[in-house]
């Protein structure tokens, strides 16, 4: 399992959280902005026909 890294925005949240609403947070999860971001796209030089 990775170690967390230390998020201050994840920090705010969550002092909200506890400060301001009911419940408790099940769980976070982090993702990269990589990940989260529009699709890569590229030209294609062939393309290919199937009978």
Known sequence: ???ALDYPERHK???F???NLDGA???MRVMSKD???PA???NVSHSFVLP
């Open 1 to 3: 399992m990775d170690l």
């Open 25 to 27: 947070l099940h769980s």
């Open 17 to 19: 959280w506890r400060q």
């Open 35 to 37: 990940i989260m971001g």
């Open 13 to 15: 949240l969550l002092d």
């Open 40 to 42: 890569k796209m590229g």
